[in-house]
Every structure is written in structure tokens, then in C-alpha cells.
Nanobody, 117 residues
Framework: QVQLVESGGGLVQAGGSLRLSCAAS????????MGWYRQAPGKERELVAL???????NYADSVKGRFTISRDNAKDQVYLQMNSLKSEDTAVYYC???????????WGQGTQVTVSS
């Protein structure tokens, strides 16, 4: 059973920074890619950033230039560095790990990020 545990969320003022961490209970190298998603109240869950097991990254347009996703295979952790935070970044942030073959998605329980304006 794969477990993903997010941490690092909290309350921050607009313009501030937070670093989210996602710790996996297994080697993250086995996953084809890992990502961060977020869900604001009343909205659908949306992609924030992805990173492949070769280190390629992809970002939502709304966070490009402000957020950085990274991974540490030795520690089995994925990170999301969030800078220049805005009130619209307020959401529950979820870590996701994806296997392509066989296809399966794993999700963490989420961590709350609240940006005050």
C-alpha cells in the first residue's frame, strides 16, 4: 500500500512563500510522474505542477515563474516551492503519484494553504 503524506501548508501573507513536501512510503522512482494538485472551495481539483521520473516539469499557467516542483529520489520526497503567493492560491494542495503500467493513481490526504491578502 503506497502512502503519500503532504506537509508544509499553513497561513501566509500575500507575497510570502511556502514549501510543501510530499513523502512517499515507497521509492518514488517507480512512478512515471508525480505532481501537485489543488482544490479551492467550490472549485474542481486542478493541476499545479508535474515532474517526471527523468526530471521534466510542467506547470499550470497560473503558477509559472512563481512555483517550482522538485524531487529527491534518495529521500523519496517531492517538493513544491511556492513564492509570491496570492490569495487565489488558497486551496488544499494534494500530492499525486502516477503509474502508467499498470495504470494507477495514488493521492495524499492534502495540506491546507491559506494566503491572506
Amino acid at each position: 500500500q503506497v502512502q503519500l503524506v503532504e506537509s508544509g501548508g499553513g497561513l501566509v501573507q500575500a507575497g510570502g512563500s511556502l514549501r510543501l513536501s510530499c513523502a512517499a512510503s515507497t521509492s518514488i522512482f517507480r512512478f512515471n510522474f508525480m505532481g501537485w494538485y489543488r482544490q479551492a472551495p467550490g472549485k474542481e481539483r486542478e493541476l499545479v505542477a508535474l515532474i517526471t521520473n527523468s526530471g521534466n516539469t510542467n506547470y499550470a499557467d497560473s503558477v509559472k515563474g512563481r512555483f517550482t516542483i522538485s524531487r529527491d529520489n534518495a529521500k523519496d520526497q517531492v517538493y513544491l516551492q511556492m513564492n509570491s503567493l496570492k490569495s487565489e492560491d488558497t486551496a488544499v494542495y494534494y500530492c499525486k503519484a502516477v503509474l502508467v503500467v499498470p495504470q494507477f493513481d495514488y493521492w495524499g490526504q492534502g495540506t491546507q494553504v491559506t494566503v491572506s491578502s
